[in-house]
């Protein structure tokens, strides 16, 4: 019912949905982190 | 007016770099606010201090859409809906039941899947992150959770769509053969336990923008809402001459009846429908800065996915777990990824 071509696939959708995830993640966050050092200079 | 179908690349390096931009210019516009006034914010407020309030009304309102008022809210427009006959016999008891437990049964783990995230997860990835950011002024903030929740969202569902591999996986969003409330929390329930957008608007609350979040969230679940809802509450703003000029702005802002009935059309032959395209949740600007929408300011003749099969409901709802009986169907286990639509006797060589 459930076989390992499912797993792969599921794996595989997982790290699309990861990717998706961290991109925006680390260009707002290390954004804004980045401003701080800066102005704090 | 309107902007048609035809020959719309699709540029996905282009398109990366300028999600990348997008992202950063609440960030830039932010870094150019503190630098042209000279203003520290981070050395006066304490991490996961809210130094600012919305009015109490509206708290309440955003509060109460995120815990039971969307919900309210859609039980009563799908009994309008309903009651005026726009489900009409579409509606069958195959329908019904996936309809009921897509919108029921997902809260039920989701919630907790986002709380533990947030309250697990991200302090042990992020020891120390908690609150660090809730110095960001209320209005950018408010940019940055819109910008970055609704533009992810936007790439998780065109990538459903572009990647032939992850459609199934959206697949049941598009295959109610109808418009309306019964179908706007449609999905299959792995689509829905790793919506990007989620975890990423939990991290930036944990990070101290949560306040933010909560308005965003409010806003977007009426949109999104609205826009899967059967009654075409957006005509008037095409037909009334003096509501034009706010319609004219909406439907390029906003995703509308008009623009979201077009992506859950079954064809985009008549040049109203556009499943290929106008993938925009909240914001509808994203498909005409990639160059994905349409805007016809008509509605699709009929709904859903040509080669639909009727797939059991439980299939629907917990592929790839459950496989589909139905020969042939995308979700069987010896089925086509993308099946082909089912070609029309009159297009068939030799057949008039």
Avoid at chain 1, 8 to 33: A, D
Avoid at chain 2, 118 to 128: E, H, V
Avoid at chain 2, 161 to 186: E, K, V
Avoid at chain 2, 193 to 220: C, D, E, H, N
Wanted: hydrophobic share 50%; glycine share 8%; aromatic share 16%.
């Amino acid at each position: 019912m459930f076989t390992l071509t499912d797993v792969i696939l599921l794996v595989r959708k997982i790290l699309v949905g990861i990717l998706v995830f961290l991109l925006p993640l680390t260009i707002i966050g290390g954004g804004i982190w980045l401003l701080m050092q800066f102005l704090k200079q | 007016m309107s902007i048609t179908a035809q020959n719309i690349p699709v540029n996905l390096k282009r398109d990366v770099s300028i999600s990348i931009l997008l992202y950063a210019t609440p960030v830039v516009l932010l870094f150019a606010y503190l630098w042209f006034t000279g203003q520290k914010p981070w050395l006066t407020v304490a991490p996961g201090e809210i130094t600012f309030r919305m009015p109490f009304f509206l708290e309440s309102i955003f509060k109460n859409l995120s815990t039971w008022g969307l919900s309210a809210l859609m039980i009563v427009v799908a009994i309008v809906e309903f009651s005026l006959g726009l489900y009409q016999k579409r509606w069958t008891r195959n329908e019904q039941i996936l309809d009921l437990i897509c919108f029921v049964l997902p809260r039920f783990f989701i919630r907790p899947l986002t709380v533990y995230f947030t309250l697990k997860a991200l302090p042990s990835i992020f020891p120390g992150g908690a609150g660090v950011f809730s110095w960001v002024p209320f209005g950018f903030a408010f940019l940055i959770i819109a910008v970055a929740d609704d533009l992810t969202q936007y790439w998780y569902h065109r990538l459903h769509h572009q990647i032939p591999w992850l459609w199934r996986f959206h697949r049941t969003h598009h295959s109610a053969p109808y418009m309306g409330m019964s179908m706007a929390r449609r999905q299959n329930v792995i689509y829905t336990m790793f919506f990007s957008q989620t975890y990423l608007t939990a991290a930036l609350t944990y990070f101290g923008l949560g306040y933010a979040a909560i308005a965003v969230r409010g806003i977007k679940s009426l949109i999104t809402t609205g826009a899967h809802s059967s009654i075409k509450w957006d005509k008037p703003f095409y037909d009334i001459k003096w509501l034009r000029p706010i319609g004219w702005v909406m439907e390029r802002l906003i995703s509308t009846p008009a623009t979201h009935h077009a992506h859950h059309a079954d064809t985009t032959d008549d040049g109203v429908g556009y499943y290929k395209g106008n993938f925009g949740n909240m914001f509808f600007i994203w498909d005409l800065i990639f160059g994905t929408g349409i805007i016809t300011r008509k509605y699709p003749q009929s709904y859903g996915i040509k080669h639909y099969r009727e797939e059991e409901w439980y299939v629907q709802f917990l592929w790839p777990i459950f496989k589909s009986k139905k020969e042939g169907s995308e979700l069987a286990a010896d089925g086509p990824e993308v099946a082909d639509d089912p070609v029309a006797p009159a297009l068939v060589p030799g057949k008039v």
